[in-house]
Nanobody, 121 residues
Framework: QVQVVESGGGLVQPGGSLRLSCAAS????????MGWYRQAPGKQRELVAT???????NYGDSVKGRFTISRDNAKNTIYLQMTSLKPEDTGVYYC???????????????WGQGTQVTVSS
């Protein structure tokens, strides 16, 4: 089993910045891709950004140029630096971790519990 814990959400004014963190823990696994997704009230969950072990990144169109995803493989942690925040960035941000379990050679996706980001004046 792998535990995924997000942190760093909160209330911020439009134009402000916020940094989210996501850490994965457990034993006998290798992490492949990691990423952030978000869900606003009444809307479907959408891609924010993903990053591979080799640091290849992919961003949703609405956050390109404003958000930056980064990764620390030694800590099994990813970060999401969010700048120029807009009210439409409001939502619950979820971390996703794609894991290979070494003992069973099975691939599993894990989700965190989510962290609330609210952009409002």
């Amino acid at each position: 089993q792998v535990q995924v814990v997000e942190s760093g959400g909160g209330l911020v004014q439009p134009g402000g910045s916020l940094r989210l963190s996501c850490a994965a823990s457990g034993s006998s696994f290798v992490i492949n891709d990691m990423g952030w997704y978000r869900q606003a009230p009444g809307k479907q969950r959408e891609l924010v950004a993903t990053i591979t072990r080799a640091d290849w990144t992919n961003y949703g169109d609405s956050v390109k140029g404003r958000f930056t995803i980064s990764r620390d493989n030694a800590k099994n942690t990813i970060y999401l630096q969010m700048t120029s925040l807009k009210p439409e960035d409001t939502g619950v941000y979820y971390c996703n971790v794609a894991v290979l379990h070494l003992s069973s050679r099975t691939r599993v996706n894990y989700w965190g519990q989510g962290t609330q980001v609210t952009v409002s004046s």
